[in-house]
């Protein structure tokens, strides 16, 4: 079954670029009601930590560089097929290749600033959602 909750980070380039208000609100108009939600900067072994996952990766270094350059919004979502709407909602990785009107399409520079997180499997939006919140932050 699937969760209805999912996980996402605005991430420093879209901070920096005054974004999170415009994204915020697209991600309410998609119909995700938002749990959790906190303004934070990651230190380079929270973002570490974070992406260990990727560790292994030649793009390791640098993703937990930038991830830890500057503010964040980390937030919980909760909506019906919550994972995969965002995904959807977010568009491709690669801005280049997302669909028109996603969050990175608008929003992203590149590949590697790509403007926002979002869990990619229910498992991982529960974690990613600990790591970041306890159960008393979240409000459903």
Known sequence: ??????????????V????IGAILAQIN????????????????EKAGEFYDIHRARPFFG?????????????????K????ADFRTLIGATNPAEAEAGTIRA???KNIGENAVHGSDSDENALI?????????????
């Open 1 to 14: 079954m699937a969760s209805n909750l999912t996980f996402t980070m605005i991430k420093p380039d879209a």
């Open 16 to 19: 920096a670029a005054g974004h």
């Open 29 to 44: 108009k998609a119909g995700f009601k938002i749990v959790a939600m906190k303004y934070t900067k990651l230190s380079e």
């Open 62 to 78: 640098e993703l937990v560089e930038f991830m830890s350059s500057g503010p964040i919004v980390a937030a919980v979502l909760e």
């Open 80 to 83: 019906d097929n919550a994972v």
């Open 106 to 108: 608008l929003y992203a």
């Open 128 to 140: 990613e959602a600990a790591f970041h919140f306890s159960g008393v932050e979240m409000f459903r």
